[in-house]
T-cell receptor
């Protein structure tokens, strides 16, 4: 299955600033996914990123707040813009684990974001 | 709408004891079911999955899970827990799309 490198692993940011999270995969993948894991809660899908097209955002998430880039089949970035303390979460990128989307995801190690 | 419930937020077991983590789902048709583990500071790792066929599925690290349609459950088990199993465990379901619904997780503590 794919190996994902995600960085930074953690950051502490001032409110009102932006942070860009990078996700690098060691193989070409069609779809990449960005999740948010808020403290004490489950994972929530933010958006799906396909190379060559605009990301598809889930209900409650908008491009102005979470712009995503997908310049090629192995790389994606998620930016958390104009941050507030409510954005403090773990952000994870993921790709299909091999064998198709119904065979489970492979996840990066996550970015733990604290907004102060 | 689909949903996943993990009733136990925290579970503590002694090393060598057996383990069962509960997962209940709500979905009309046969779902695709998964268990993931998240060790501290790590991403999620797939333990096992169920699509169809034998309702008892084996996974990595000595874990198994049993799909019980009548109870809408997919409980995770391990006969003998090791200290390295301390982590958070997530159950997930999908109807067959890329959108997975995750449970809120069960945090496992292992006593020496």
């Amino acid at each position: 299955s794919a190996v994902i490198s995600q960085k930074p692993s953690r950051d502490i940011c001032q409110r009102g600033t932006s942070l860009t999270i990078q996700c690098q995969v060691d193989s070409q993948v069609t779809m990449m996914f960005w999740y948010r894991q808020q403290p004490g809660q489950s994972l929530t899908l933010i958006a799906t990123a396909n190379q060559g097209s605009e990301a598809t955002y889930e209900s409650g998430f908008v491009i102005d707040k979470f712009p995503i880039s997908r310049p090629n089949l192995t790389f994606s970035t998620l930016t958390v813009s104009n941050m507030s303390p409510e954005d403090s979460s773990i952000y994870l990128c993921s790709v299909e684990g091999g064998g198709g989307l119904f065979y489970g995801y492979t996840f990066g190690s996550g970015t733990r974001l604290t907004v102060v | 709408a689909q949903s996943v419930t993990q009733p136990d937020i925290h579970i503590t077991v002694s090393e060598g004891a057996s383990l069962e983590l509960r997962c209940n789902y709500s979905y009309g048709a046969t779902p695709y079911l998964f268990w993931y583990v998240q060790s501290p500071g790590q991403g999620l790792q797939l333990l096992l999955k169920y699509f169809s066929g034998d309702t008892l599925v084996q996974g990595i690290k000595g874990f198994e899970a049993e799909f019980k349609r009548s109870q809408s459950s997919f409980n995770l088990r391990k006969p003998s827990v090791h200290w390295s199993d301390a982590a958070e465990y997530f159950c997930a379901v999908t109807s067959g799309t890329y959108k997975y619904i995750f449970g809120t997780g069960t945090r496992l503590k292992v006593l020496a």
